[in-house]
């Protein structure tokens, strides 16, 4: 079998380039039909160089770029070639016969840029292949038709005022689709179109920097600058695209505030109180943000005494406001300076400072109608106690400021004095007592004075009067508590019993100089010592005293050293007791008075136990019975709870019985004629009955005596509604098929009962009462 050749034609003018092959011969032994020994054949090594098309190329008919044709083809057409792989079919074909390959669309490098293809030669009557497949690459040769673009644009970018020529804004970046190693289609350069001279850019890094020093955000913001990127190096012909970058300039504090005018005017009531906004003052800055940002203070010390100034929160005006109140009698305008300063100050710009400025301020005070101002801020006053009413306390004292000679009415305010204890003199202001004082009852008397205008009541003020109530020696001492105390009866002579205080409300007699006295006389009980410290100590005298039933009762003379001095007389119980060798009461005196009285000490005891014991037996008897009876009452409330269901409703009596009718359910057909009169009542039982009508002579007939019992029980008033016979005995009218109760068919017109079918007709299902009730009555004699 001989080689495969394949042929790519070369087209002059760039459609592509023929690949060439080295085939070395081969062959083997028997080949062709000859005898002889066997020879080995080599496989051709197929050496393919690349093969180029030209992309975008349209042409009204498929393009032939090669050929493909086998040594072994003799033109006869057996040999026929195929193509398989990338495109093979749709954008290449090739012609079996011939082995012709053609493009039947334009291609684009962008799309894809090479195609992988296989190409064989086979026989065409058996399919047999005559050469192994092999396998070759068409290039799509690139040509400039893609202009450059910017995929990140449009661009936006910062850069602070002020900056040096040079300082980096942003790199901008275009990109060619075009293929970068096949000519310049891909070859960039980038220009300035539109921003200049503010801005440049590098041709070939695309980075855009300051073109001018200096630059003022105050002037100009915001630059717009056009970018162009260039393919085929920036020459004539070349594809070109654009985009555009937003630089900002952000800003710095190149600028220092300055103020609008040099003196400020401000008015301001002289009753405004201390922090009451005077006015505004703004100093202008350019800046923006931290930059702009700016503190206010007062240089002159006169206007810092009155006033102060702070910066809002913005950080931009100064809010001037009071300070300490204002007096327009006193002063009528204020003037100082007032300095604005920024806080952030960049050392960068220090040459364009300073970053401050000073302006003048004004401020007039103005009068105000005030109300009357007392000579004091509060006033403290003192009267003696138990005076008579009427004595004079203090005066308070108030003037108009705007008007000095405008006459004040003072008066107190009612709730400040509820008892009523003082008055004031409305004119003059002097406060008098009204009711007697007490300092043991209430010391500090606190009062609220008001001060009115006669010619504004609008205008008035309050103030503050606390009168204190001075003490009198006006309380004689007294003991400080009940003292009842006992003594053993074996004591010993000068003992001490008990140590007995005193107590004086008075201030000037306090208790530390309180005396005591006690009985005096060689017959004396006992014996009072005085401390001196406003204490005093009972002792037993020398001579023992005598034991009796009763107990002591000690006098003891109390008096101050107020002037004028108190005297007062109290009482200290003293008991003679019997007492145990720890000095522990064993019994006193009282208890052997009951016992002379025939009652011992055990029989006392005795009576306890026994009223203790009846009182447990009481207590034990009540218990037994109440948790008796609380059991019943729990088995009580079970039965009643499953047993009995009670109603709450109370019936209507007669006029319930009134509401229905019965006659509803009476056969019309049998009643009897109404009587004449008010109607009977049916739910009354009457008092003279219907008297039963005899029983028919002759044979015993039951529809006969049904039918006359039933028309007994219609004509009976004493009948109940709820007969069942009444009840049920009527069927009702209007029915077609007429009755089907047997209770009627005995009837006849007239209400006389007919004669009756004979029971022996019913059947054997009825025999036993035909028996029962067919038999003949005998004759009555």
Known sequence: MWGLVRLLLTWLGGWGCMGHLAAPAQAWAGSRGHPGPALLRTRRSWVWNQFFVIEEYAGPEPVLIGKLHSDVDRGEGRTKYLLTGEGAGTVFVIDEATGNI????????????????????????????????????????????????????????????????????????????????????????????????????????????????????????????????????????????????????????????????????????????????????????????????????????????????????????????????????????????????????????????????????????????????????????????????????????????????????????????????????????????????????????????????????????????????????????QLAEPYDTFVCDSAAPGQLIQVIRALDRDEAGNSSHVSFQGPLGPDANFTVRDNQDGSANLLLPSRPAPPRQAPYLVPIELWDWGQPALRSTATVTVSVCRCQPDGSVASCWPEAHLSAAGLSTGALLAIVTCVGALLALVVLFVALRRQKQEALMVLEEEDVRENIITYDDEGGGEEDTEAFDITALQNPDRAAPPAPGPPARRDVLPRSRVPRQPRPPGPADVAQLLALRLREADEDPSVPPYDSVQVYGYEGRGSSCGSLSSLGSGSEAGGIPGPAEPLDDWGPLFRTLAELYGAKEPPAP
């Open 102 to 477: 053609h493009v039947t669309k334009s291609l684009d490098r962008e799309e894809k840029a090479q195609y992988v293809l296989l190409a064989q030669a086979v026989d065409r009557a058996s399919n047999r292949p005559l050469e192994p497949p092999s396998e070759f690459i068409i290039k799509v040769q690139d040509i400039n038709d893609n202009p450059p673009i910017f995929p990140l644009g449009p661009y936006h970018a910062t850069v602070p005022e002020m900056s040096n020529v040079g300082t980096s804004v942003i790199q901008v970046t275009a990109h060619d689709a075009d293929d970068p190693s096949y000519g310049n289609s891909a070859k960039l350069v980038y220009t300035v179109l539109d921003g200049l001279p503010f801005f440049s850019v590098d041709p070939q890094t695309g980075v855009v920097r300051t073109a001018i020093p200096n630059m003022d955000r105050e002037t100009q913001e915001e630059f717009l600058v056009v970018i162009q990127a260039k393919d085929m190096g920036g020459h004539m012909g070349g594809l070109s695209g654009s985009t555009t970058v937003t630089v900002t300039l952000s800003d710095v504090n190149d600028n220092p505030p300055k103020f609008p005018q040099s003196l400020y005017q401000f008015s301001v009531v002289e009753t405004a109180g201390p922090g009451t906004l005077v006015g505004r003052l703004r100093a202008q800055d350019p800046d923006l943000g931290d930059n702009a940002l700016m503190a206010y203070s007062i240089l002159d010390g006169e206007g810092s005494e009155a006033f102060s100034i702070s910066t809002d929160s913005q950080g931009q005006d100064g809010l001037l406001t009071v300070r300490k109140p204002l007096d327009f009698e006193r002063r009528h305008s204020y003037s100082f300076r007032v300095e604005a300063t920024n806080t952030l100050i960049d050392p960068a710009y220090l040459r364009r400072g300073p970053f401050k400025d000073v302006a003048s301020v004004r401020v007039v005070v103005q009068d105000a109608p005030e109300p009357p101002a007392f000579t004091q801020a509060a006033y403290y006053l003192t009267v003696p106690e138990n005076k008579a009413p009427g004595t004079l306390v203090g005066q308070i004292s108030a003037a108009d400021l705007d008007s000095p000679a405008s006459p004040i009415r003072y008066s107190i305010l009612p709730h400040s004095d509820p008892e009523r204890c003082f008055s004031i003199q409305p004119e003059e202001g002097t406060i008098h007592t009204a009711a007697p004082l007490d300092r043991e009852a209430r010391v500090w008397h606190n009062l609220t004075v008001l001060a009115t205008e006669l010619d504004s009541s609008a205008q008035a003020s309050r103030v503050q009067v606390a009168i204190q109530t001075l003490d009198e020696n006006d309380n004689a001492p």
